[in-house]
């Protein structure tokens, strides 16, 4: 049974960091692309970032490049999301996937909890 397990969330204020955390299993984390999406209140998920199977190949929306940064360990079937810089309007519930390409897009069906992230001014 896919899972995955989100955490790391909080309440940090505008300019500040946080390090979201995904842990998977029940499929072979190392041979999937993952990814991050969020969804703010009143709005549709929209894809953050993506990580090859390897982590050789990153793909970010453009609001966030250079300021949030994937990756993952394969051997701790984990992903990560370190987010600098952090603005108002990263404000949202995160989630973690499995499958993700190039244009942020995912078909992943067995969506965890989330963790949520909020930025105050």
């Known amino acids: 049974q896919v899972q995955v397990v989100e955490s790391g969330g909080g309440v940090v204020q505008a300019g500040g960091s946080l390090r979201l955390s995904c842990t998977a299993s029940?499929?072979?984390?190392?041979?999937?692309?993952m990814g991050w999406f969020r969804r703010a209140p009143g709005k549709e998920l929209e894809g953050v970032a993506c990580?090859?199977?390897?982590?050789?190949?990153?793909w970010y929306r453009d609001s966030v490049k250079g300021r949030f940064t994937i990756s993952r360990d394969n051997a701790k079937n984990t992903q990560y999301l370190q987010m600098n810089s952090l603005r108002p309007e990263d404000t949202a519930m995160y989630y973690c996937?499995?499958?993700?390409?190039?244009?942020?897009?995912?078909?992943?069906?067995?969506w965890g909890q989330g963790t949520q992230v909020t930025v105050s001014t």
């Open positions: 029940g499929f072979t984390f190392g041979a999937s692309n």
């Open positions: 996937a499995r499958g993700c390409d190039s244009r942020l897009r995912t078909a992943f069906t067995s």
């Open positions: 990580i090859s199977e390897s982590g050789r190949n990153t």
